[in-house]
Nanobody
Framework: QVQLVESGGGLVQAGGSLRLSCAASKSIFSINAMGWYRQAPGKQRELVARIASGGSTNYAGSLQARFTISRDNARNTVYLQMNSLKPEDTAVYYC?????????WGQGTQVTVSS
């Protein structure tokens, strides 16, 4: 089992940047993969980016051009660097971890991009 705590959300103007953090309660060496999802009002939760224990990454659609997922094993933390933010990026961003056949979610952090 693992607890995930997200931070770094907030209000930013379009074109700005934010870096989200997801701190895990255990070593992320023991976690198969971690990822970021987002859910906008009235929409389904969707994958933003995912990073495996070996470091390989995958992104949703065209987000890779603006978003970067990374991990700091020493801090048991995964980051999501978001640049050139757009109003349509407004959503609650959730961290997710996969351990064997189980997966875990954080409580989410709100990102609001004003036009």
């Amino acid at each position: 089992q693992v607890q995930l705590v997200e931070s770094g959300g907030g209000l930013v103007q379009a074109g700005g940047s934010l870096r989200l953090s997801c701190a895990a309660s255990k070593s992320i060496f023991s976690i198969n993969a971690m990822g970021w999802y987002r859910q906008a009002p009235g929409k389904q939760r969707e994958l933003v980016a995912r990073i495996a224990s070996g470091g390989s990454t995958n992104y949703a659609g065209s987000l890779q051009a603006r978003f970067t997922i990374s991990r700091d094993n020493a801090r048991n933390t995964v980051y999501l660097q978001m640049n050139s933010l757009k109003p349509e990026d407004t959503a609650v961003y959730y961290c997710r971890a996969w351990i064997a056949s189980e997966n875990y979610w954080g409580q989410g952090t709100q990102v609001t991009v004003s036009s």
